[in-house]
């Protein structure tokens, strides 16, 4: 079973950046899709992103489009949450989260889909 530790996240001010890492244990990362989360307090988790098992395809909530990029590096067991333009509302704790999937074009956008998750970073953009 994997792994996965989060590292990077912090405070920011707003329009500033950040990068989110999860790396994950064991030779069976690239059998997962991987997304992230986030969980503000007093609210339900949200979905961010999530990446397909070859990196070839991803999917963004709507609230980050255009400012937030998932990639992932298999040969280090790695998959990172690129954050850019935060703005207050990103304030929350960042999960990342793994999903065993067959085929290399997965994708999955619900929490109930991921079956491994980290312990969660969190991110606090003072505006």
């Known amino acids: 079973q994997v792994q996965l530790v989060e590292s990077g996240g912090g405070l920011v001010q707003a329009g500033g950046s950040l990068r989110l890492s999860c790396a994950a244990s064991?030779?069976?990362?690239?059998?997962?899709?991987m997304g992230w989360f986030r969980q503000a307090p007093g609210k339900e988790r949200q979905f961010v992103a999530a990446i397909s098992r070859s990196g070839g395809s991803t999917r963004y909530a709507d609230s980050v489009k255009g400012r937030f990029t998932i990639s992932r590096d298999n040969a280090k067991n790695t998959v990172y949450l690129q954050m850019n333009s935060l703005n207050f509302e990103d304030t929350a704790v960042y999960y990342c989260?793994?999903?065993?999937?067959?085929?290399?074009?997965?994708?999955?956008?619900?929490?109930?889909?991921?079956?491994?998750w980290g312990q969660g970073t969190q991110v606090t953009v003072s505006s």
């Open positions: 064991g030779r069976t990362f690239s059998t997962y899709v």
């Open positions: 989260a793994a999903g065993s999937a067959a085929l290399f074009s997965t994708i999955y956008s619900y929490a109930s889909q991921y079956t491994r």
